[in-house]
């Protein structure tokens, strides 16, 4: 594909990408409006929280904040599951179920959590989610520095996505997140025109068919 081309065909959806824009103007347009708070997010079946590393085997205090937050929405009832999608590529390091595990300390039911072990980065996220997991239509979780490249990378991977960006402390952390989404937009710009396979994808599953039907009673 050339540079300058459409991700789809013409009229030009909101996920479209052109050398004509910056990567960060991209997402902004593309995101802008789909950022909500926690309080006035539309209600969606699926929450999706992106993992933000451990620390000695637990949520860092940022992916803590993020999981409080999809708590939340699951205690108001904006969302009826909450998939967790992380890194597990070491036996010594498992971000879906340190997830869980703070999650079910939130009051979030097991069964309504499901977890993605091959989240490796949030274009691999946004992909298995729909792909793998079947999710249509969600609510993505994340830090503001993050969560408008979540969105548009999730809506060219065919979800119907609103995000909440979690409020953070303007510590080191928050730096150093506002500095790489300056890069990492670029490559964000290049998964939605490329479209490359994630690491791993594999057979269809049912966790979140499951989940949605514990929940439904």
Known sequence: MTPGALISSSPRPPEW?????????WLHAVADSRVRSADDVPARQVAVVFGAG??????????????????????DDKVKVVLVTGDNSRVEYDEP???????????????????????FDTWDSCVRAKKIFGVDRAVLVSQGFHIRRAI?????AGIDAYGVGVTAK?????????????????????DALFRPDPHFLGPRERGVDEALAAAAG
């Open 17 to 25: 990408v052109s050398c004509t824009v910056s990567p960060a103007t």
């Open 54 to 75: 451990l620390w000695d085997g637990k949520p860092s205090p940022y992916l803590a904040n993020r999981l409080r937050t999809a708590a939340a929405l699951y205690r």
């Open 97 to 119: 179920d340190a997830m869980r595990t703070f999650l079910v300390g939130q009051g979030v039911p097991d069964d309504r959590i499901v977890s993605d072990y091959a989240g």
């Open 152 to 156: 548009a990378l999730c809506r060219v």
């Open 170 to 190: 303007h510590d080191v952390t928050w730096y150093y997140g506002g500095t790489r989404e300056v890069f990492a937009a670029g490559k964000a710009a290049l």
